[in-house]
């Protein structure tokens, strides 16, 4: 069976011209009108932008939509306190009828960030692996115990459940050979960014053969990546409006090689190449004035979404509802 194509939207740093949250639940609604997948948000504890805590955003948006899922990309786990995260986490899960999507990471390589948190830097790595099992831990709804080197706990028992079971899965990002063995031994899926088709071939590739060696499995389907995107019928004036607003985050190669500027044919172009390699799930990320993200979203929408989104069935779409869940069946 093919895998299920779904794009999703990074939203990141505040991206809108105006400061207030009108701004951001209207773009929240188009996202929805136009058929957008799912809505990613950036974990930053400090900084100069504007980035929205992801838990809070997410439990903002639960009540307000039916059909997009949220997903947390990435969630800085060495910064969070597991046992508090996975309480917030199952209930944002129970609250949107199963619609959270994680993927937590280590962070950025910021050392006031870890001060900040009382975290030490050095352990993140440790911290993060324990923090997956406490989660999985509690999440079993089970009277439960860990004695672990960070986190130590017994006799308890965590309440709401999650509504995906056994648990939500927790897909890992980074592109380090590091992540990629995180991914392998603790992962349900990957999701990377600034990442070629080629480099997610080879980190998957990695992953399918290394989780076979320590007994994990990892779905077909959970393999995803980034794409900073922008969109015009003029590929020089797409390319042109992109390389103004894009900031690289890798001097090694070219934007080109990892982002999608130009026609919605050549959007589409980028996208397949993942595709061949492996990849189907996808957070696009409008680089583009701040007046220009709704377009560059109605135009993702109108464009490219209907040639290559699998389209949605109508369980999914009362699953995501909670329409087939126990409390609206009578």
């Avoid at 609250?95 to 009382?118: M, T, Y």
């Avoid at 919605?264 to 397949?272: C, E, F, K």
Wanted: glycine share 8%; aromatic share 10%.
């Amino acid at each position: 069976m093919d895998n299920k194509i779904r794009i999703g939207i990074g939203v990141g740093g505040w991206p809108f011209a105006t400061y207030h949250s009108t701004e951001f639940f209207d773009f929240v609604n188009l996202c929805e009108e136009v058929g957008i997948d799912s809505l990613w948000f950036s974990d930053r504890l400090s900084g100069n932008e504007n980035t929205l805590d992801p838990i809070v955003a997410i439990s903002a948006l639960c009540g307000m939509t039916k059909k997009m899922k949220f997903g947390t990309s990435a969630l800085i786990l060495p910064l969070r306190q597991p046992s508090i995260l996975a309480k917030q986490l199952a209930t944002l899960d129970f609250l949107s009828n199963g619609r959270l999507l994680i993927v937590i990471g280590l962070g950025q390589d910021q050392q006031k960030e870890f001060d900040l948190a009382g975290v030490v830097k050095k352990h993140r790595g440790r911290i993060t692996d324990e923090s997956i099992d406490v989660m999985r831990t509690l999440w079993s709804g089970e009277r439960c115990g860990f004695d672990g080197e960070f986190f130590s706990f017994k006799d308890v028992t965590l309440l709401p459940n999650p509504v995906q079971s056994p648990y939500p899965p927790i897909w890992i990002g980074g592109r380090s050979w590091a992540a990629l063995d995180r991914v392998a031994r603790k992962g349900d899926g990957w999701l990377p960014s600034a990442t070629t088709p080629l480099e997610c071939s080879s980190g998957i590739q990695y992953i399918k053969s290394r989780m076979n060696e320590v007994g994990n499995e990892i779905p077909d389907d959970h393999y995803g990546t980034f794409i900073p995107f922008h969109i015009n019928s003029d590929k020089q004036k797409a390319e042109k409006s992109f390389s103004q607003y894009f900031i690289s985050r890798r001097n090694d190669i070219t934007p080109d090689q990892y982002c999608a500027a130009g026609t919605a044919d050549d959007v589409l172009q980028m996208i397949n190449n993942y595709i061949n390699v492996g990849v189907s799930k996808f957070v696009m990320r409008p680089v583009a004035s701040a007046q220009e993200w709704n377009n560059q979203i109605e135009l993702l929408g109108s464009e490219v979404l209907p040639r290559i989104q699998t389209p949605f069935s109508i369980t999914e779409l009362q699953e995501r509802a909670g329409e087939t869940l126990l409390g609206k069946l009578n």
